[in-house]
């Protein structure tokens, strides 16, 4: 018999090594030849294994440089991660060289009246005092105090000068800033980085959101950005802020969007994009960029304990900026809808004593006599959830989609009106902010109470009087309001931790008025029978009138 020799020729053991050799190589200059083996961080002596490919600013791909392929070691990428160039760390300096030249100093020169005391909002508080006693003209001198005369008379008025930040969008000479950067300037300077210095006079501001426009004339080269879409921003894309903090004209800043939609408290027109790329004083009325150098916001606010940045920083969206400045190119001023109701968002509360599916909407506290809402049908306890089809998500949402309407143009709404979903159909009027606040009662004087008589204690923690003309006189209750007044509130209720004080006047529970505190124990009651855990009150109080859900006990 014959023993074959493993390493011979014609032995299928050496054919199959010669097949698994030759497939390793062929895997392995694959390899090579796509780029999928790296060696060295540092690339020497691998330049031909791994190719490059790199993007001047103006070929970057439309979707600029927000998404970064994810790679792994056994992926080779269609192109490189964005986020480097020839192995070097991430860079600005291409988009800020691009924008830099279209971001101007705003220089206002302001005039106020003598004797006034200028810049005391930077004094803490205690000294002012001191500062205005002995600060006189703000020049360090003695004022003339009480008894020292004058009180004031045939002084000259201070000058002052103020600087922020804007942005050119028009090569005309069209500027974008902030409202409280030009408010009240007597004269208007912008400086280009180039050096050059121009004249401006105001085109139109709108105080509601913040927004100025302002133009310099007999130019028609002026470099420009261009307002980009800040709906396509998410939580962590990259920003980058140019402006003239404490007057460093040119300085630049990066960080990344923090949050979408914030509300700050500083009106009902808009959601501001929450920064933490540094901006402080002077960056006002400065352009927020994202990566393909588009102006995606405005820089408006910080939040601050010091006044200085701490990360925290707000810009106007884009697109609220676009709608504001085309209105008051077109015309000097803002024009918006009005409909004529004083409306609330709907808490799970609120929802639940109305027996709604979720808290989604805003509902109507009152409705403005002879108002558009008047005459569509409104109703006081609609919760208004669509707007043309769109969704209403909470007061805010409604008063900005009604804000955005045109005088005479008709709006349909869909309300839910006592468990019923229905449409109603409204001929937008133009807002005038006398009339829309026409519907709000004057603030009273309730300092002086009197004692608490004739009142009735409710279970839900507190004590209800019926209005009458004592009771009026009392609590300073107009005599257009009815309904039960409120004379005291346990501290440790429910009632107490939602607001209620005494003088409040609860006009209604549920869809029902209410004319004594018998019929608040009835609505409660009703309430149980029907299984539900809250009541909702309407409430007149300082503010107007508001709805305030209550739970009710059990039993």
Same mark, same amino acid.
């Given at each position: 018999?014959?023993?074959?020799?493993?390493?011979?020729?014609?032995?299928?053991?050496?054919?199959?090594?010669?097949?698994?050799?030759?497939?390793?190589?062929?895997?392995? &200059?694959?390899?090579?030849?796509?780029?999928?083996?790296?060696?060295?961080?540092?690339?020497?002596?691998?330049?031909?294994?791994?190719?490059?490919?790199?993007?001047?600013?103006?070929?970057?791909?439309?979707?600029?440089?927000?998404?970064?392929?994810?790679?792994?070691?056994?992926?080779?990428?269609?192109?490189?991660?964005?986020?480097?160039?020839?192995?070097?760390?991430?860079?600005?300096?291409?988009?800020?060289?691009?924008?830099?030249?279209?971001?101007?100093?705003?220089?206002?020169?302001?005039?106020?009246?003598?004797?006034?005391?200028? *810049?005391?909002?930077?004094?803490?508080?205690?000294?002012?005092?001191?500062?205005?006693?002995?600060?006189?003209?703000?020049? *360090?001198?003695?004022?003339?105090?009480?008894?020292?005369?004058?009180?004031?008379?045939?002084?000259?008025?201070?000058?002052?000068?103020?600087?922020?930040?804007?942005?050119?969008?028009?090569?005309?000479?069209?500027?974008?800033?902030?409202?409280? /950067?030009?408010?009240?300037?007597?004269?208007?300077?912008?400086?280009?980085?180039?050096?050059?210095?121009?004249?401006?006079?105001?085109?139109?501001?709108?105080?509601?959101?913040?927004?100025?426009?302002?133009?310099?004339?007999?130019?028609?080269?002026?470099?420009?950005?261009?307002?980009?879409?800040?709906?396509?921003?998410? /939580?962590?894309?990259?920003?980058?802020?140019?402006?003239?903090?404490?007057?460093?004209?040119?300085?630049?800043?990066?960080?990344?969007?923090?949050?979408?939609?914030?509300?700050?408290?500083? *009106?009902?027109?808009?959601?501001?994009?929450?920064?933490?790329?540094?901006?402080?004083?002077?960056?006002?009325?400065?352009?927020?960029?994202?990566?393909?150098?588009?102006?995606?916001?405005?820089?408006?606010?910080?939040?601050?304990?010091?006044?200085?940045?701490?990360?925290?920083?707000?810009?106007?969206?884009?697109?609220?900026?676009?709608?504001?400045?085309?209105?008051?190119?077109?015309?000097? @001023?803002?024009?918006?809808?009005?409909?004529?109701?004083?409306?609330?968002?709907?808490?799970?509360?609120?929802?639940?004593?109305? *027996?709604?599916?979720?808290?989604?909407?805003?509902?109507?506290?009152?409705?403005?006599?002879?108002?558009?809402? &008047?005459?569509?049908?409104?109703?006081?306890?609609?919760?208004?959830?669509?707007? @043309?089809?769109?969704?209403?998500?909470?007061?805010?949402?409604?008063?900005?989609?009604?804000?955005?309407?045109?005088?005479?143009?008709?709006?349909?709404?869909?309300?839910?009106?006592?468990?019923?979903?229905?449409?109603?159909?409204?001929?937008?009027?133009?807002?005038?902010?006398?009339?829309?606040?026409?519907?709000?009662?004057?603030?009273?004087?309730?300092?002086?109470?009197?004692?608490?008589?004739?009142?009735?204690?409710?279970? $839900?923690?507190?004590?209800?009087?019926? $209005?009458?003309?004592?009771?009026?006189?009392?609590?300073?209750?107009?005599?257009?309001?009815?309904?039960?007044?409120?004379?005291?509130?346990?501290?440790?209720?429910?009632?107490?931790?939602?607001?209620?004080?005494?003088?409040?006047?609860?006009?209604?529970?549920?869809?029902?008025?209410?004319?004594?505190?018998?019929?608040?124990?009835?609505?409660?009651?009703?309430?149980?029978?029907?299984?539900?855990?809250?009541?909702?009150?309407?409430?007149?109080?300082?503010?107007?009138?508001?709805?305030?859900?209550?739970?009710?006990?059990?039993?």
């Amino acid at each position: 018999m014959m023993t074959e020799n493993p390493h011979t020729k014609s032995s299928p053991t050496s054919k199959r090594n010669l097949r698994l050799g030759v497939a390793v190589l062929a895997v392995a &200059a694959l390899s090579f030849g796509v780029g999928g083996i790296v060696f060295s961080h540092e690339g020497s002596g691998s330049e031909g294994f791994v190719p490059r490919q790199t993007f001047s600013y103006t070929q970057l791909p439309e979707e600029g440089l927000r998404a970064v392929a994810a790679v792994t070691g056994r992926q080779a990428p269609a192109t490189p991660p964005r986020l480097l160039d020839q192995g070097s760390p991430f860079s600005f300096a291409d988009l800020v060289e691009h924008v830099s030249p279209a971001v101007v100093t705003v220089v206002v020169d302001r005039e106020s009246a003598g004797g006034q005391m200028t *810049g005391l909002d930077d004094v803490p508080a205690p000294f002012r005092d001191f500062f205005r006693q002995f600060g006189g003209d703000g020049q *360090g001198g003695q004022g003339q105090g009480p008894g020292r005369g004058g009180q004031g008379r045939n002084r000259p008025m201070q000058k002052s000068q103020a600087m922020g930040s804007g942005f050119i969008i028009d090569p005309t000479g069209y500027i974008v800033t902030n409202n409280h /950067v030009v408010e009240e300037g007597k004269k208007i300077s912008v400086k280009l980085p180039s050096g050059r210095e121009y004249e401006a006079h105001l085109i139109g501001a709108d105080k509601d959101t913040d927004v100025a426009l302002i133009k310099v004339d007999g130019v028609k080269d002026m470099p420009i950005v261009a307002l980009g879409d800040d709906r396509r921003l998410r /939580v962590g894309d990259w920003v980058v802020a140019v402006g003239n903090p404490f007057g460093l004209g040119g300085t630049v800043t990066a960080g990344i969007v923090s949050s979408i939609g914030r509300d700050i408290g500083n *009106g009902p027109y808009t959601d501001y994009i929450q920064i933490d790329a540094p901006i402080n004083q002077g960056n006002s009325g400065g352009p927020t960029f994202d990566l393909s150098g588009r102006v995606v916001g405005m820089n408006t606010a910080i939040f601050s304990p010091s006044g200085g940045s701490v990360g925290i920083g707000f810009a106007i969206p884009a697109s609220t900026v676009r709608s504001i400045v085309d209105q008051l190119k077109d015309h000097g @001023n803002v024009s918006r809808g009005y409909l004529g109701v004083q409306i609330q968002s709907l808490t799970p509360d609120m929802a639940a004593s109305l *027996g709604a599916g979720n808290a989604k909407g805003a509902i109507v506290a009152n409705v403005v006599d002879d108002s558009p809402a &008047a005459k569509a049908g409104f109703k006081q306890g609609d919760v208004v959830v669509g707007l @043309n089809g769109s969704d209403i998500d909470d007061s805010r949402d409604l008063t900005r989609k009604v804000a955005g309407l045109r005088a005479g143009e008709k709006a349909e709404f869909s309300v839910l009106r006592e468990g019923q979903k229905r449409n109603v159909t409204a001929v937008i009027a133009k807002k005038d902010e006398q009339v829309a606040s026409a519907d709000r009662p004057s603030p009273s004087n309730r300092a002086d109470r009197g004692a608490n008589r004739q009142a009735s204690t409710t279970s $839900l923690g507190m004590e209800l009087m019926p $209005l009458n003309a004592e009771t009026r006189e009392q609590f300073n209750v107009d005599e257009k309001i009815n309904g039960v007044v409120v004379s005291s509130v346990d501290a440790s209720s429910e009632a107490a931790d939602k607001g209620f004080h005494p003088g409040d006047v609860i006009v209604g529970i549920g869809n029902k008025n209410v004319r004594n505190p018998a019929d608040i124990e009835q609505g409660v009651a009703e309430a149980k029978k029907s299984g539900r855990e809250t009541v909702l009150l309407l409430v007149a109080g300082d503010s107007g009138q508001h709805y305030v859900a209550l739970k009710v006990a059990k039993g």
